[in-house]
Each structure stands twice: as structure tokens, then as C-alpha cells.
């Protein structure tokens, strides 16, 4: 790698985490700045947007302050699928951000079912209240028809800089992009009733967008990209058949597949990866809801004191005790895509401990990520050979281990959890020094730790089975006449 240090921003759900990057020397400072999103009944989740751009600032401005070096670039990673309104004119915000795991449009989604097929045909994306499209339609409908209503990325970039612009990778994320001309779809716009939305302009990854004093002295802006696909980038620069899964408030998989879309059979969805040099790659990619956000519901039960408590509480017992956790505290995504659906929490007894609820929803979380990775490897047409894991809750040995016994097959840990910030720093430094090639801009990947299968493929067999027995029963369940689970409805039952 050549160049100078970069700024690299990972605005994410629970928090802002901002790394300056050098190309010979690492990680040369960081710092973070909390994001507190408020889950609120009917399976809503917002969040402030002054929090999000604040974060973003404080975040970026602690990095620059412990680094105490000039950097040449900045770059933006995001949630993806979080929206608001706001006035392009002003850059105020009109409305919360709805954050990814907001579920209120579910009953738009609901009214768009004889569409369901030409959504996914157009944009290559389900019909679902994750995705940004039903939040922006929910929002005009319900909220606001001033402004514009856009992704949180636009806003924030607009705040940094005042473009209004959004990469081709977030785009891919809306529901609303045709994805072999990384361009807006304007049937899609059409029929989620956003046609004549003032939409930003789609740019490369990789591409200037402005420049911003947000953090001190003036710095371009030349990165931008989706947290997800920012890791990708990271995980799989050497290695493009590598897959990869972010641990953070929820587990993602994703899994290169080329310069043209790919039409999924087994439910993942099939997305813009990024577009570099003027060059789109594509993905596959696999979402489970609740993964750190799930442990923090433990948490606020008194089960554990938080994450780093795991490895202690569920190594106290062998095992889950026969307990089973299906933690769809936020609905089921790839590859059921079920909205209604409601965690369970099955097998208790007066023998069930702490222990054996922290196992048993570690192997719910490994089990969900096990699925992906199936879907993955036939979607492709090839087994996996390893996954390779990043986030924070790759710090906990109890999870890595349990995902490699359920997936029987190697999980590569990142020698930096922060695989996010790596990618979009390489993005920074592309967008900043056109002369490099993506290898050059990537740093060298390489595991602090692989988790090697440590027991059969009967025993991991048994426990998956178990498990999507439990899946099955629950969504039986709640299609069942008078069933309590209602579409948009989030949370947990025992």
C-alpha cells in the first residue's frame, strides 16, 4: 500500500467507531462515540439523527486527536437501510431516523404481496420492512412529505459536505435500484409510491463526493459504502470466494459473486457489493436480526452483565441443557424473510440456569449464520472452505467455537474486529489516489485465531435439527388461525 494516512468512519447502529489508517504503519489512533437507538412498541426502533451526525464528528475527531498526524482522505461506511426526511435546502432533519430493524412498514409490504415477484424481479431485493423502500414509503405516508426522503447516508454526506449523493452499494440496499444498470428503477419507485421522489445521485464507491472541515481541516471525502459490503472489501480483496460474517448488533454473511447480478433460489438476497474504478461487483448476502442486540436483552434481564460475560456464564455448563433459543427478537430474515415472527425460548426446566440460557442462544445465533452459509454455497454452486468472522462479538471464544462445530468447517477471526473501517479506508484511499488497484489499497488479510470443528458431523447435525425443528414450530404457530403474532409485531415469548 502506498499514500498517506486515511480517516476511516463506521457510522453503525449502537455506535460511531472512526480509525485513522496508515498504509505502512496500521492502526495509528482510533476513537468511538455511542449511538442509543430506542426500541419502541409495534417493532419500531429509531434513533436521533443529531446523534447520528454527532457520533460521526465526535468519533472522527477523537481518531484525528491520538493519531496527532495529517490524514489525506476521509471515508463514510453505514447502516445501510436506515432512513429520514430532511430538507435539502437547510440539511435539518424532519423526521427520526427509522433504524434497519424498524418493523412499521411491514403492512405496506403486506399491500405490495401481488407485487412481491416483480419487486424482486427489479430490483433484486424481497419485499420487506428491513429494506429502505417500505421505511421511505411508511414515512411519506405517515410522517411527512416535505424534503426528501433518503437513506442516512445522503443526509449524512450532505451534512459533511453539501452533496447529495449516495454509493451504488446503499443504493443496491433500497429496494428501489435496478441492479445490472446500478441505476434508480423507476417501476420500482413506481409501485412503492416514491415516483417523483428527488432521489441523490448514485456514485462509485470509490469517488470524491466533496470536501468537508467537519473534523478540523479541510478533507476530501472519496469513500462511501454500506458497513457490510466495506468488510467484504476487507475479508475478500485477495480472496474473492472467501465469505465473510460481521458479529455486531446483528449477524451478516455475505459472499462475492462477480460482475453481474445473481438471482438467489434458497432466500439470501442478491446486491451490489460495491462499484470500484467504474467496475460493479455483486454479493450475496444473509442477515439474522439479533445478535448483540439479543445479548443486550439478556443483559437488561439480569441473565449476564453484558457481552463479556458469555464465555464465563455459558462455559459454566457443558451444554445448552436442552434448551433451544430461536432469538428472532426483531422477526426472522434470509432466509424465511418472516416479519411477524417471534423469538422462542423452549427445553426449560427447574434445572435451567444462566448457562444454559447464554449457550442456547449462542447456538441459535450459530445456527441462523449455519443457514446463510448453506444458501450461500448452493446459491453459488460451491462449498465454502472457511468463513471468515469480524465484529465484536468475534472477542467471544464461546461463539466462534460453537459456529465452527455447527457450520463444520474452519471460522478464520480478523486480526482487527473493525474489518468495516479497513474496507472503507481502502475505498478512501482508491477515491484519493487514482494510480492504485484495489490489492494495493486493501491491507493484507490475515486471522488472529481459527476455530477448528470440535465435534461430529452427527452431533452438529443433531443440534441444527433440533433447532429447525424449533424454527419450523414457531412459524407454524404463528400462521395458525387466531395466532397472536401479528405482521410489523417484534419480540420474545417462552
Known sequence: MTGGPVLAVDQGTSGTKALVLCPERGVLGTGTAPVRPRPLPGGRVEADPAELYGSVVAAGRAALAEAGVPVVAVGLANQGETVLSWDPATGEALTDALVWQDRRAAGI??????HHDDLRDLTGL??????????????????????VVTTSDAWLVH????????????AGRTGLLDPAAVAWSGPALDLYGLGGEKLPRIVDCDEPVGTTTAFGPPLPLTGLVVDQQAALLAQSATAPAAAKCTYGTGAFLLART???????????????????????????????????????WLTDLGVVSGARDLDAVGGSVPDSGGVTFVPALAGLAAPWWRADARGTVTGLGLDTGRGHLVRALVEGIAAQVVDLAEAAAADRGAPLDALRADGGLTRSALLMQTQADLLQLPVEVSALPDATALGVGAM????????????????????????????????????????????AALLDRQEAPGASGAPGSSGASA
Do not use: N
Not at 409490504?109 to 401481488?114: A, D, G, H
Not at 452427527?458 to 433440533?466: K, P
Open 428 to 471: 478512501a484511499r482508491l477515491g484519493h489516489d487514482p494510480h492504485l488497484t484495489v490489492p494495493q489499497a486493501v491491507p493484507p488479510w490475515k486471522p488472529s485465531a481459527v476455530y477448528e470443528p470440535a465435534i461430529s458431523a452427527d452431533e452438529a447435525a443433531d443440534r441444527l435439527g433440533r433447532f429447525r425443528t424449533e424454527v
Open 109 to 114: 409490504c403486506t399491500e405490495l404481496t401481488p
Open 159 to 170: 451534512r459533511l459536505t453539501g452533496a447529495f449523493v449516495t454509493d451504488a452499494a446503499t
Open 258 to 296: 462477480g460482475p453481474h447480478p445473481r438471482r438467489t433460489t434458497t432466500g439470501l438476497v442478491g446486491c451490489v457489493a460495491w462499484r470500484l474504478r467504474g467496475r460493479t461487483e455483486h454479493c450475496l448476502d444473509g442477515q439474522v436480526y439479533t445478535v448483540a442486540s439479543a445479548v443486550r
Open 126 to 147: 424481497p419485499v420487506d420492512p428491513y429494506f429502505a423502500a417500505p421505511k421511505m414509503a411508511w414515512i411519506r405516508r405517515h410522517a411527512t412529505g416535505a424534503g
